[in-house]
């Protein structure tokens, strides 16, 4: 709701409005800003402005002759900077009655049928939990479960690891902050900072024809543009570290602008409320992008992102000391990931463009360990030394054939660069030996087309067929997609969706070595799966909707050994103990989502959410048995709430919170001949038979924003984990008591912030 506009601070709200599909502008289209009921024409290039807005919230509604009408739901405005939007519209194929105008925030990717969130920036930064994480923000979401002690998250009972993340349409290595050190694909926090990300897209299931080499979703992050009219700058500082981002025109007038962001971090401060060590962690990451429109050539985007992580601990000198095996390890472990790519979009004609992206990657971890013995002299134990550096390109041309048929059709081929040392210490004091080295380089390629039809108003269709080549080993990866969305009414709709998927394993597997030298998984195949999604929307109210989902995942051609439990779907760390890998293993992921969700409307929002689900495996010893992530029910409570303040009212205080409860993860019972053994065996015959009792979790957002006439300023304090619940990572041999324990930590971050947009 918009205050009075008497002395009261103001803003610009601008944007653009353009087809969906192709992009092109579309001119004369009609927008209405309500409450104050504003109404403007865009000019002949899309262009739109409403000036002198009071700070508030609005909603914007926009029609266009040919198209259908949409509507963007309260739009945030305050002072520190102006508020440009990028409105979508699709083309009309029915006559205007029976038209609905249906919000466009939080909307459906324009490709894919079901399983899918729009992740806007404006709720990004208000969900409690989040941390500024947009990793952690999607654990908010059905069918998907999170942790507390680290990033990792699983979608519908899957691996962290078999999720894709992609940015700016490239394939990015996980931007995670000391990543795979407690989890693969999973970290402190990401590198993403919601300073710079646009609108991103989350899909966890039956995914279009596009998005190849993704077993379990993608994670798809858009850059937003800077502004291209005036310089904007933003400066955070908290009790974790600072942030800084500044953007703005690079040449006033020629739409060309800038937006970049640093952060640096460090959790000395909050140490006492972390695990023993955690309090040395620093980290600091860089994101940026450059936009270029031209007359005749199109528009060119550079961007990127970077990040740099330090973490170490020494060994205790006194023996007496050591109750776990940590106490007499010292360890450093250096890691840094990056991507700088470049982007060019180029309108072939009215009903088709072109678009391609040129990225390079890195990744590269250092991780070794030194043991010392009892008489307190040190020796190798284990060493990690990788280096990944992959050219990817991305190019593809979309085309609308007419108001109802459209059609993507690209390649994704990524040229992966290796250097990988992997090395242990049989036994201790033994000389470290090579379980991988290897230094070349492979490639990924892939192609794909995907059609959308839409023979008539209330019926979608997606068709599509992605096509895979591993050249290391010429394996082959043919993917049929198809979905079809039917709408009921002008509020229901039923919408089924099948993809085949599949993605390669860890490139260190395929390279494992024999104590000969010889090479154990070269011919390893891509891990496949089928999905088959069936899911039911209702539009409850103008602000409400319920969505459910039923999903069958058939996993199929997965890495296990033979005659054991082990299977490549519970992997979880590195492993040194690598033996030869066959493609017979299978798994199953059944489930149920239903998640009711108010928008935010008149001060307040709330999303409720259930998932159930089973997640099961069979390894190469033929038995059926319980994933590591199986933990069958996760249920989410969203809420939050904002008030006008101040004596003029253009002053708002925003409390925001979020309940989890879910399942704890699997695990293998503790072998009894551990305590001789003075190490943690698991049973493995019986592998994942455990359970860790379920987690009840809490996270509040409490921020207070002071509009002045050319700045903002907000006050904020977010706390992760309110109820202080102490999270199980795994088991321990205390040498003192001589027995095995639950190992648990509690991780609370309360981080005390300010922030000033000018």
């Not at 009075?4 to 353009?18: D, F, H």
């Not at 029609?63 to 102006?82: D, H, L, N, W």
């Not at 030996?433 to 794909?448: F, M, P, R």
């Not at 977010?718 to 040498?735: A, D, P, W």
């Amino acid at each position: 709701m918009a205050a009075s506009t008497m002395a009261q601070p103001t803003q610009t709200v601008r944007g653009t409005v353009t087809e969906a599909i192709t992009g092109m502008p579309i001119p004369s289209a009609n927008l209405r800003l309500l409450p104050i009921g504003q109404e403007i024409a865009a000019d002949t290039e899309g262009n739109f402005i409403f000036t002198a807005v009071p700070v508030g919230r609005y909603d914007l509604v926009v029609t266009a002759v040919g198209y259908e009408p949409a509507q963007m739901e309260e739009i945030p405005v305050s002072s520190g900077k102006e508020v440009v939007i990028q409105i979508r519209l699709h083309w009309r194929v029915t006559s205007l009655d029976e038209i609905e105008i249906r919000p466009v925030t939080g909307g459906r990717h324009t490709s894919a049928t079901v399983s899918n969130h729009v992740l806007g920036v404006e709720a990004a930064q208000r969900f409690a939990g989040g941390f500024d994480d947009p990793a952690r923000l999607v654990t908010a979401f059905a069918g998907v479960s999170g942790n507390i002690g680290n990033n990792a998250f699983m979608v519908r009972g899957n691996s962290p690891q078999a999720l894709q993340w992609k940015m700016e349409g490239i394939e990015i290595p996980v931007p995670n902050h000391l990543g795979d050190m407690r989890s693969f694909a999973g970290g402190t926090v990401t590198a993403l900072s919601t300073q710079l990300l646009g609108n991103s897209t989350f899909l966890s299931g039956a995914m279009p024809a596009e998005y190849s080499n993704a077993l379990s979703g993608v994670f798809d992050l858009s850059l937003r543009n800077g502004n291209d009219q005036q310089y904007e700058h933003t400066f955070q500082v908290g009790v974790v570290g600072i942030d800084l981002a500044s953007e703005g025109p690079l040449n006033k007038g020629t739409g060309a602008s800038y937006n970049i962001n640093y952060r640096y971090s460090t959790l000395a401060l909050v140490a006492p409320l972390l695990a023993e060590g955690a309090g040395a962690i620093q980290y600091q990451d860089l994101s940026f992008k450059l936009h270029v429109p031209t007359r005749k050539a199109g528009e060119f985007s550079f961007w990127g992102m970077g990040l740099i992580d330090r973490v170490g601990a020494e060994a205790k000198r006194d023996i007496t000391e050591w109750a776990y095996d940590d106490f007499r390890e010292t360890h450093t472990v250096r890691m840094d990931m990056g991507v700088a790519g470049l982007t060019h979009r180029q309108q072939l004609n009215k009903s088709q463009y072109w678009k391609t992206s040129l990225a390079a990657t890195i990744r590269g971890l250092d991780y070794p360990i030194q043991r010392l013995d009892s008489s307190l002299n040190e020796f190798d134990k284990n060493a990690l030394d990788m280096r990944y550096r992959n050219i990817v390109l991305s190019s593809f041309i979309g085309t609308k054939i007419n108001a109802r048929i459209n059609n993507k059709t690209g390649v994704n081929l990524t040229n992966m660069q290796y250097d990988m040392d992997i090395r242990q210490a049989p036994r201790p004091g033994d000389p470290m030996q090579a379980v991988v080295d290897e230094t070349g380089s492979s490639n990924l390629l892939a192609a794909y087309t995907h059609f959308s039809f839409r023979p008539a108003a209330a019926l979608t269709m997606h068709a599509g067929l992605n096509a895979s080549l591993f050249t290391l080993n010429n394996r082959l990866s043919i993917e049929p997609r198809l979905g079809i969305r039917y709408q009921v009414t002008p509020r229901q709709s039923l919408a089924l969706a099948y993809g085949l998927h599949s993605r390669l394993e860890r490139l260190n597997y395929y390279f494992v070595q024999d104590p000969q030298g010889r090479d154990l998984n070269k011919e390893l195949d891509f891990t496949k799966a089928h999905h088959l999604v069936l899911g039911y929307d209702l539009r409850t109210s103008a602000t409400g909707s319920l969505k459910a989902e039923l999903y069958y995942q058939h996993l199929f051609d997965v890495p296990v050994v033979a005659d054991s439990s082990f299977s490549l779907l519970n992997q979880q760390t590195y492993q040194f103990d690598y033996a030869q890998l066959e493609n017979t293993g299978l798994g199953r992921n059944v489930g149920f989502e239903l998640t009711y969700n108010r928008g935010f409307a008149s001060g307040y929002y709330y999303m409720a959410n259930a998932s159930i689900f089973s997640s099961t495996y069979r390894g190469g010893d033929q038995v059926w048995r319980d994933t590591r992530y199986n933990r069958n029910f996760a249920f989410n409570l969203l809420m939050g709430k904002e008030w006008d303040l101040g004596r003029r009212k253009h002053n708002l205080l925003g409390v925001n919170g979020r309940i989890s409860y879910q399942g704890g993860d699997r695990y293998s019972p503790v072998s009894p001949v551990s305590i001789p053994a003075q190490q943690v065996i698991y049973d493995e015959t019986n592998a994942f038979s455990e359970q860790y009792p379920a987690a009840l979790t809490a996270h509040l957002t409490v921020s207070y924003r002071i509009n002045k006439k050319k700045t903002s300023q907000e006050i904020s304090l977010k706390i992760l984990n309110l109820t202080q619940f102490e999270e199980y990572v795994g088991h321990r041999y205390n040498y003192q008591t001589r027995q095995v324990e639950v190992q648990r930590e509690p991780v609370v971050i309360p981080n005390l912030s300010y922030r000033i947009d000018f």
